[in-house]
């Protein structure tokens, strides 16, 4: 059931960090907010699995070099 609620939201990038924020209790953003504290200006950070980037924004608002990868199951490249 759960992948195919994932998938369902990999295929809509729209829903995808409210249905995240569901899964997650409404939580996500605290978290994010917590790990980004950790990040000093220049340092290197690579987001593997980046979704729609939010992490990432907030990584780069906090001075990162940042490469971020994000696929969907079944993507072929």
Do not use: H
């Not at 907010?33 to 950790?38: E, F, G, I, K, Y």
């Not at 939010?54 to 490469?67: D, F, I, K, N, S």
């Amino acid at each position: 059931m759960s992948c195919v609620f994932m998938k369902a939201l990999e295929l809509a990038p729209s829903r995808y960090d409210r249905g995240i924020s569901l899964i997650a209790l409404g939580r996500v953003s605290q978290v994010y907010d917590s790990l980004v504290l950790r990040i000093n200006d220049g340092w290197k950070v690579l987001d593997i699995g980046c979704g729609t980037g939010a992490m990432t924004l907030r990584a780069a608002q906090r001075g990162a070099v940042l490469v971020s990868l994000a696929s969907t199951i079944g993507d072929k490249g």
